[in-house]
């Protein structure tokens, strides 16, 4: 129970949020914002940059709506960037609605739309290059929300968000959204040391509570105990006994039904059973079991695009229909107003009437490989509550807003591009934060479905950890080089880069080690006082016992390879017949060569026949030095080891031609000598260990205990420090690798604080692709001169494309023409990059992927949509890449050095954005 006086502070404090920005921009809400929003509009109206974590699904976007509000309030411009162009779209619709479409632009690699409005949504590349280009876009601009700032961990685009972080100026506010990230004040620091003051909001309760259960045969069970509270399981919360009783239940009545299949033991003479796994329950049952629990509209994720397509199909088949005749009317109707433009010879091979047939029974698929005027009727269609169930891919947990009320998970496995994994608690978190839609739903719920191999221990540890740390993915590439040194200079881009979240986490990591360094610098002082000696330098004494010690050890190792070397050339020169002595070992005796030697990474090895009339192999390491040849007999040519009485007649002769010998021992053989200069060392090191004042010390080998206790920590702490060098300022050193090869090749004047940009360098300013490079060095040595627009997008799509497969693509078939020799000095430049990134210490990259290039040249030659796609390449691919060609080819029209070439270019633009390509998302 509250007190008078705090309730009046509580009412005072009202009355300023109501008079406030905040109060004005959260009164357009039809519900009370939480406490973390607006605890971040306050500290954003306060002038900070904030940054919010928080599940999907709280409303943290509302921060970033707020900034886009005080903009508009305060005559100002907001940026609001967003990864992925899917996402810029929905946004920019989101605020048009808000704001009206006069005051709100969209900008994407291939879209622009009032890109001088006020507001303006785009994607973090865009911001990107208008940073460098110091581009008059950016006067009067005070705010930039960075929605899903958590994708700076992205390995291939993350670098671009903290570039944009670095580069703008300090007098914008950034207003960062993030999903739940269990580092998020370390982010929040680094975000106040490069631009000032920073407020970070962590919410971690969930709008609507999120119930974890598995689907055991037909039957839904709670993941948790009655007495867990969901919400908040906490560590290592216990399981359902009614879950666990069941997944026995079902096992056991799985093993009844597969008694009779019984097979006989082959070679044990005994009957054994096979046993076979529980599989989960059918696609078609568990959509009908969600549907009559009052579970739907719901996600299905399946790590697979043929999964999710062939789910849709099983769905479908098995008769489920889940919308009512007006609800397949409105279906219709989006569907025709969303894919009017699609041109209608191309709707067959697109697989329209399945999919449309799909739809209306309120069931869809959506990943990567549809086409994006697809996905985006599905997000539509789902988030209007018509389509009911979609199955998806992991894709769809970024970002992109369709809410459901449940979330199903066929597996705990996906392909991780090189082999089944097991999803962190991370991705487990992000793919069920879709459960529960704020505003509908009372509760979410998380189904995983059961078969064999599930251990529900495990699945409570997933569901119950929070553990999706921050980690930056940035990296000095050669566009970014070149672009620092021109408009900052090479000391100040290199502090700069400096500056990186990436330096911030290296060095953070090596405070821990610094402290155990620190720890070690203590231990060793003490260590060097134990070990003192009152008759003379204690450690100058160790250091000769250490000399000696570490000369024996090379004069043993020469021993060791001499009579090695001996022994491999003894063997490599017996033959067959040759009766050998084997002086001492195991084997020692005599013994005749069956069979000549083979040759192998274990020194070699010879099949013989010993004294006592068995047949052995002997390896090269087995064979002891000094072992020889001493005599030969003459084995018969239909002599075979597997006959006793061949045996016996060759060891007969073997003793025969021995003589004397075979009753006598073999002869011990004296060990090679060593180098005579190294013997030297050693007795001048053991004569000058003797004459040491402290060798005659009675306490001389408790001083050496706590002298080799220095010894291995000194070297420990050595490491330690090494570990901590090549830490700090790694960023620095990378940059430097890069303007080390960009010199090389001309981009910069000189490697190091005189760099300056070149003229090739300002065309390489200018290009933005993961292959900046490799693209420039093409235009300067002339390579795609002479090519037509199609050729030039094919060997465009031959620098980018990257296939989804781990297995090499076949080399397509490109004849003798410009474009095949094109490529083929394409692949020439590459391979002569990766020699010199390999001798500068840089990570090389992996072979050009040809995979694309004829479909991308018979598509700009104006070939239909049929003719291009193959069962490799589904529609959404085409188009993404084809839109990555696009872009690449808009940058050539401005960046390439001849007139006739950026002409190409821009021919080469309008041959490819044609058909389903030149379709609009907006």
Aim: net charge neutral; aromatic share 6%; proline share 5%.
């Amino acid at each position: 129970m509250t007190t008078p006086a705090e309730r009046y502070a509580a009412a005072v404090l009202r009355q300023q949020r109501a008079r406030s920005e905040v109060g004005r921009f959260a009164a357009t809400f039809p519900f009370e914002l939480d406490d973390f929003q607006v605890r971040a509009c306050e500290a954003v109206e306060a002038g900070e940059g904030v940054l919010v974590a928080a599940p999907t699904g709280a409303g943290k976007t509302v921060v970033g709506e707020f900034a886009v509000h005080l903009a508009l309030a305060q005559g100002r411009k907001a940026f609001y960037t967003t990864p992925i162009k899917a996402l810029s779209n929905q946004k920019y619709a989101d605020l048009v609605r808000r704001h009206g479409a006069a005051s709100v632009g969209l900008l994407t690699g291939d879209t622009a739309v009032n890109g001088d409005a006020p507001v303006v949504v785009m994607t973090t590349e865009v911001l990107r290059n208008m940073l460098y280009a110091s581009s008059p876009a950016l006067d009067g601009l005070g705010y930039v929300v960075m929605d899903e700032v958590h994708y700076l961990a992205d390995r291939f685009r993350g670098p671009v968000w903290e570039e944009v972080i670095l580069h703008l100026p300090l007098d914008v506010q950034v207003v960062s959204l993030s999903a739940t990230v269990s580092n998020a004040e370390e982010f929040g620091d680094w975000l106040a040391e490069v631009r000032g003051a920073c407020t970070v909001v962590v919410s971690e309760r969930r709008p609507v509570p999120l119930w974890q259960h598995v689907m055991v045969g037909h039957e839904l069970h709670d993941l948790y105990s009655a007495d867990v509270d969901p919400t908040d399981p906490g560590v290592n919360p216990p399981i359902s006994h009614e879950l666990l009783e069941a997944i026995r239940s079902l096992e056991r009545s799985g093993d009844r039904r597969r008694g009779s299949r019984e097979t006989r033991g082959r070679g044990r003479g005994r009957y054994h059973q096979r046993r076979q796994l529980v599989r989960p329950p059918a696609r078609g049952a568990v959509v009908a079991h969600l549907d009559r629990a009052g579970l739907l509209p719901a996600i299905v994720f399946i790590f697979s695009r043929a999964g999710c397509d062939a789910a849709v199909a099983q769905v479908v088949h098995s008769g489920i229909r889940l919308t009512t005749p007006a609800e397949r009317r409105a279906i219709a109707d989006v569907v025709a107003e969303r894919t009017a433009t699609l041109p209608p010879e191309d709707l067959a091979v697109l697989g329209f009437d399945a999919w449309e047939h799909a739809l209306l029974a309120g069931v869809a698929a959506h990943h990567a490989g549809l086409l994006p005027a697809f996905k985006e009727t599905v997000e539509t269609l789902f988030a209007q509550g018509l389509v009911k169930v979609v199955f998806a891919t992991e894709t769809l947990a970024l970002g992109i807003n369709m809410p459901a009320r449940t979330v199903v998970l066929e597996k705990l496995v996906k392909w991780d591009g090189s082999g089944h994994a097991a999803i962190t608690a991370g991705e487990y978190t992000q793919l069920t934060g879709r459960a529960g839609r704020r505003g509908i739903d009372v509760e979410g719920h998380a189904v995983v479905l059961y078969a064999s191999g599930l251990d529900p221990v495990a699945l409570a540890g997933l569901a119950s950890r929070r553990t999706y740390p921050l980690r930056s993915a940035f990296r000095p590439t050669y566009n970014m080089a070149v672009n620092l040194i021109a408009t900052t200079g090479w000391e100040r881009a290199r502090e700069v880069l400096e500056t990186s979240f990436a330096q911030f986490q290296a060095d953070r990591g090596v405070v821990g080690l610094a402290r155990q360094a620190r720890s070690h610098t203590e231990a060793l002082s003490g260590y060097a006082e134990a070990m003192s000696c009152h008759l003379g330098d204690f450690g100058e004494y160790m250091d000769l016992r250490r000399q000696i010690g570490d000369l024996e050890a090379e004069l043993s190792r020469s021993r060791s390879r001499a009579q090695r070397d001996a022994v491999a050339e003894t063997l490599a020169a017996l033959r067959r017949g040759d009766v050998i002595q084997v002086p001492s070992g195991r084997r020692a005796g005599y013994a005749v060569v069956l069979e000549p030697p083979t040759s192998g990474l274990d020194g070699g090895s010879v099949t013989v026949l010993t004294d006592g009339g068995q047949v052995r192999r002997l390896v090269g390491g087995e064979v002891p030095y000094g072992t020889r040849a001493v005599t030969r007999v003459k084995i018969r040519k239909d002599f075979s080891a597997r006959r006793p009485k061949d045996r016996r007649d060759l060891g007969s002769s073997m003793r025969n031609a021995l003589g004397a010998l075979a009753d006598s021992s073999p002869e011990r053989v004296r060990r090679p000598a060593g180098d005579p200069r190294t013997d030297d060392r050693l007795t001048a090191l053991r004569k000058a260990l003797r004459a040491h004042p402290c060798h005659g010390c009675a306490d001389r080998e408790e001083h050496a205990r706590w002298a080799h206790r220095y010894q291995r920590l000194r070297a420990e702490h050595d490491a330690l420090v090494r570990r901590i060098e090549n830490r700090t300022s790694s960023i620095a050193r990378d940059f430097d690798k890069v303007c080390g090869v960009l010199a090389e090749l001309g981009y910069l004047t000189a490697p190091g604080p005189e760099a300056r940009v070149t003229e090739q360098g300002e065309w390489l300013r200018r290009v933005y692709s993961e292959q900046d490079l490799l693209v420039v060095e093409c235009l300067r040595q002339g390579h795609w001169d002479r090519l037509e627009p199609a050729g030039l997008a094919g060997v465009v799509a031959a620098v980018l494309y990257e296939s989804r497969s781990d297995e090499p693509t076949p080399r397509p078939r490109l004849g003798s023409g410009a474009l095949a020799e094109a490529v083929a000095a394409t692949e020439g430049v590459a391979r002569e990059l990766a020699v010199v990134e390999a001798e500068a210490g840089l990570t090389g990259r992996p072979p050009l992927d040809l995979g694309l290039v004829v479909a991308v040249e018979r598509w700009a030659r104006g070939a239909m949509l049929e003719q291009v796609l193959d069962a490799d390449l589904a529609a959404g691919d085409f188009v993404r890449w084809a839109k990555q060609v696009i872009d690449l080819l808009d940058q050539l029209a401005d960046a390439a050095p001849s007139a006739r070439l950026r002409e190409t270019a821009r021919a080469g633009v309008h041959a490819v954005r044609r058909g389903i390509v030149a379709v609009g998302t907006v």
